[in-house]
């Protein structure tokens, strides 16, 4: 079993920037590639951005292409989401998610594990 834990969320202005974190704990033989997600009230989860097991492997929302940066840590538990010029829009609760890919897969339906998610509010 695999336990993911986000963390950093909270309450920012527009053109403001928040960093989450995810970390990942179990068997790591369990996951690989790892995710962020987000889902808005009343909409339906979205992918945001995903990074292989190798870190120059990575995608992106073209939403927030440009704006956002997911890392990872070299013990490759942990990743990062830095999110800068923040607007309204990225309002969500913000999921991360990891399975047993090994690609930077943008498809919810491939991760195995998921957090419960922390919020994100972007003010006007």
């Known amino acids: 079993q695999v336990h993911v834990v986000e963390s950093g969320g909270g309450l920012v202005q527009a053109g403001g920037s928040l960093r989450l974190s995810c970390s990942a704990s179990?068997?790591?033989?369990?996951?690989?590639?790892m995710a962020w997600f987000r889902q808005a009230p009343g909409k339906a989860r979205q992918f945001v951005a995903a990074i292989g097991w190798s870190e120059t492997i990575t995608n992106y929302a073209a939403s927030v292409k440009g704006r956002f940066t997911i890392s990872r840590d070299n013990t490759k538990t942990t990743i990062y989401l830095q999110m800068n010029s923040l607007k309204p829009e990225d309002t969500a609760v913000y999921y991360c998610a990891t399975g047993r890919i090994w690609d930077a897969n943008t498809d919810g339906m491939s991760y195995n594990y998921w957090g419960r998610g922390t919020q994100v509010t972007v003010s006007s």
């Open positions: 179990g068997r790591t033989d369990d996951y690989h590639s």
